[in-house]
Structure formats: structure tokens, C-alpha cells
């Protein structure tokens, strides 16, 4: 499988043979960079997560809850809240599964809602975990270590912060990083490549069972 960060909380994901683009964002301080696309996924309505049209390949959209299959991977979307008010701040968000390859990845959206019981539940363990970090429209850093606790995936992706460029009001990404040990964290270009091999090699190291990947947006 391979994962390319587009930016902000959008990636193009290659699993099971599919296309899949998730949250392309509109105007928020650089472009889209162009992409084709089987499948967009959007969490929510909000325009710097569901720029439909900026992605090319005359894609399917899911943007409602439900259980979908697309060629040999199937994807899940569960309901969320986008704030810490059950929805009376900002609605509602999705949260993304996606299993293929013998991979599960699962894509948080802009969750905003503390992390419970209920909701782990939803979600599940999965293989990779794509997470917001930088508060203010979802949950801080602090938030997000907790939710990679309980989901106890074996590789972690921050997403939604602050970077070159931006012009959202958020929190950058080593508030994040600081939480976990130097030697956890691998920082990378625009794309990785994973496959089940590599989640078993990371579940299998006692000392460290998770690698935390920071990713350099593709530029346009």
C-alpha cells in the first residue's frame, strides 16, 4: 500500500489496487496538488475537507455513514462528533476505514470528541491510524496520544497542523512528537510504502510497537 500526503488531512491511498483520496481541501493557504482518484472519502462539509472537484478520475464520493466496497477494499464510515459538544459547536464528523492488502487504515477526519469506550469500540485496532493533532476544530495533541493509546495501532500519522503555508489557526506537530520516544518517530517524504509485513515487524518489537510518521505534503 502506498500513502501519499497531499496535505492538510488529505492523502491518495493505492490499497487493493484502488485509488483513494480522502478530505481534499479547497483555499487554505496552498493548492490541492492533482490528483485521480477511484474514491473520495469526506468527513464533513466544511471546505477545507471537501473539495470534491479538485480531484480528477470522475471518483466515487462517500460522504455518508454505511459500509461500501470498492473493488477489493472495504470501507467503513462511522459518525463522530467535530467538537466536544455532541455536534452543537460543529456538527458532525466521519470516521474512515478502509481494509485491503491485509492492511486496515482508518482515517479520523476532524474529530473533535474525547476519546470513550463507545467510540473505540466503532473504530477498532487498526493497522495504521491517520489523526489530527493540532486542536483548536479537533482534538489537541494531548487528545490525540490518548486516542493512540486506546486504538493501539502499530503506525501513526499525524495530520491536520500547522505548516508552511496554512492559513488555519492550529497547532503544529511536535506537541505531538514530544510525547513519544526519538526513536519511535521516522520523518519521510510526501509517500510511504507499507505492507503487512512491516506492522507485524513493529507489533513484534517489545521495545517499541509503534513508529510515528511524519510526512512532508506533495507539492503542486
Do not use: W
Request: hydrophobic letters at 40%.
Amino acid at each position: 500500500m502506498k500513502i501519499t500526503y497531499l496535505g492538510h488531512s488529505s492523502f491518495l491511498r493505492s490499497q487493493g489496487g484502488v485509488r483513494i483520496v480522502t478530505d481534499p481541501f479547497g483555499s487554505i493557504g496552498y493548492p490541492l496538488p492533482p490528483a485521480e482518484a477511484d474514491i473520495v472519502t469526506v468527513s464533513h462539509g466544511h471546505y477545507d475537507h471537501c473539495n470534491v472537484a479538485g480531484v480528477g478520475g470522475a471518483p466515487r464520493v462517500i460522504r455518508s455513514a454505511g459500509r461500501y466496497t470498492a473493488g477489493d477494499v472495504l470501507i467503513s464510515a462511522v459518525e463522530s462528533f467535530h467538537d466536544d459538544a455532541q455536534g452543537r459547536k460543529r456538527g458532525g464528523n466521519l470516521i474512515f476505514r478502509f481494509a485491503g492488502e491485509g492492511l486496515t487504515v482508518c482515517h479520523l477526519g476532524d474529530l473533535g470528541e474525547p476519546c470513550n469506550g463507545e467510540l473505540v469500540a466503532k473504530i477498532g485496532q487498526p493497522d495504521v491510524l491517520l489523526i489530527p493533532v493540532g486542536g483548536h476544530y479537533t482534538i489537541d495533541f494531548a487528545r490525540a496520544k490518548e486516542y493512540v493509546e486506546r486504538l493501539s495501532p502499530a503506525v501513526v500519522i499525524p495530520m491536520h497542523y500547522k505548516t508552511k503555508g496554512l492559513l488555519i489557526d492550529i497547532g503544529g506537530v511536535e506537541p505531538f512528537l514530544s510525547q513519544f520516544a526519538a526513536e519511535a518517530i521516522e520523518r519521510v517524504g510526501s509517500s510511504v510504502i507499507l505492507e503487512r509485513g512491516d506492522i507485524e515487524k513493529i507489533a513484534d518489537n517489545a521495545k517499541n510497537n509503534k513508529k510515528i510518521i511524519v510526512m512532508e505534503r506533495k507539492q503542486a
